[in-house]
């Protein structure tokens, strides 16, 4: 079984604050799980971290400098 994290363990490897956190969850923006009784308690796999911030990741609109390489080379 993968170790999940608590909300205040993701916080820091987001860099933000716990209430950042339960934010992202209530949003359902960033997978997670809830175990426990009533409302229980919010638990988040390693993997939904990398998975939030890769959406999150703004791709540069520039081309790759290996094409102003390749179109100096023609």
């Given at each position: 079984m993968m170790d999940l994290l608590t909300v205040k363990e993701a916080a820091p490897q987001?860099?933000?604050s716990s209430a950042s956190v339960y934010a992202l969850c209530?949003?359902?923006k960033l997978r997670h799980q809830r175990v426990g009784v009533g409302r229980g308690k919010i638990l988040?796999?390693?993997d939904?971290?990398?998975e939030y911030?890769?959406?999150g990741t703004?791709?540069?609109s520039e081309p790759h400098?290996?094409?102003f390489l390749s179109a100096a080379r023609r």
């Open positions: 987001l860099r933000l209530a949003a359902k988040i796999p390693p939904a971290i990398i911030l890769s959406k703004v791709k540069s400098p290996a094409a």
